[in-house]
């Protein structure tokens, strides 16, 4: 015997008639031009520019000479927020303006 509930109601329901489908000859009245526009994932571009910055500030903080005497975590956590915001800022503005490049121009509208 299975765990799974049996469906009973769908045999009760009365049967739906499925929607009219419209013939390939009326299809070229119906249809409405379009044109699917490639846009860049913005939050990735943000993402990858947050990473590269913790990356950056690892690498900095590792090979710096620790002269303030607060650690290395310390000088890493400030440096990783302060390149981490200055990633996100770039990849947003690779973003922009590959979003910008990739779009068509607007004479045929």
């Known amino acids: 015997m299975s765990d799974v509930p049996r469906d009973d109601t769908a045999a009760d329901l009365p049967e739906q008639p499925l929607p009219e489908q419209p013939l390939p000859e009326d ?3 119906i249809a409405v031009p379009a044109h699917v526009r490639t846009a860049p994932r913005f939050g990735s571009f943000i993402g990858t520019g947050v990473g590269a910055g913790i990356v950056v500030a690892a690498v900095l903080a590792i090979f710096l000479p620790n002269s303030t005497g607060v650690g290395r975590f310390l000088v890493f956590l ?3 927020l302060g390149l981490c ?3 996100a800022v770039i990849g947003g503005a690779l973003a922009t303006s590959l979003d910008r490049a990739s779009s068509a121009p607007k004479e045929n509208r």
């Open 27 to 29: 299809l070229a009245s």
């Open 85 to 87: 915001l200055l990633g």
């Open 78 to 80: 400030v440096l990783a």
